[in-house]
């Protein structure tokens, strides 16, 4: 069972770290080196140079295509991709780029490049964002059905492009469903959390759940994986317990962005449970 603390402890500091992470992603015949999210930060007026490097592996030219989507999030639903359908978060309208349309040559690496062009509106403020899609025209693998019918494997990159805008609001997390998953064994055991971001700005949160037994000694520090959470969006997080023995435990919760933390005290209890074979 779980008892959960409804008021929860807010502990901020100023103290503000930004990664850069490069990654090559490669399907088939054509990579994106420089990763396929790119976030950018601006005010009001300000042009932003941006650029996608592609490189093609193989020793024929590749046609590639370039153009524009939204991607739309909701708490209640999965991620949707629109040609038609902006939001008020939207940059869609901010970029621009001379070429949507390329030949890369046998083995060319090719830098892309774009601009962001923030609106002179100084009451703009908050993460937008639009996606770059990226298709490969060439079919990277064709299966025969018979003589006369191929089927033609193709592959399209979403690059998602994010813009701070103006100063940064202090973070805004807010616990929307907090859930012991019993699972039949100890080994299954989970928490399964829920995270919405009530503010302007898109935020990289991780959780940490913090362990101590009845006599304040801390037992353990369980960590999960840090994920973007869009504005008014929710995010679901799973903590592993199964390291955690049968007993009796208070805990602090604590959600992290930008060194802000959030958090929540709770009372855990781990019952044992023998595994099941079938």
Known sequence: CITINSNPMRHIN????????????????????NGLTHTHSGKSG????G????????????RIKFNLREAIYACSEDRVFSKTNAHAQSA??????PNMEKELGA??????????????????????????????????KED???????????????????????????????????????????KEKSLDVTIKNDGSFIERVALT???YDSHGNKVTELK?????????VCFNYTVDLSSLPPGKYECLLLADSREEFTGTNLTLSIDKKSSQKI
């Open 107 to 140: 083995n060319e690496k090719y830098t892309y490049r774009y601009t962001i062009d923030i609106p002179a509106d100084e009451n703009i403020k908050g993460s937008f964002w639009t996606v770059l899609m990226v298709s490969i025209e060439n079919p990277i």
């Open 46 to 49: 300000d042009q932003i140079n």
């Open 209 to 211: 759940l913090e362990v």
């Open 224 to 232: 999960t994986k840090s994920n973007l959470i869009f504005p008014n």
């Open 92 to 97: 869609t309208s901010w970029f621009n780029s």
């Open 14 to 33: 100023l103290f503000i770290s930004v990664f850069l992470l490069t990654i090559n992603i490669s399907f088939g015949n054509v990579s994106i080196i």
């Open 51 to 62: 650029e996608i490097i592609l490189q093609n592996a193989t020793d024929k030219p590749q």
């Open 144 to 186: 025969i059905i018979n003589k006369n019918i191929g089927i033609g494997t193709k592959i399209r990159y979403g690059v998602g492009l994010l813009t701070h805008v103006n100063e940064l609001d202090d973070v805004n997390l807010n616990f929307q469903n907090i859930n012991l998953n019993e699972g039949t064994s100890t």
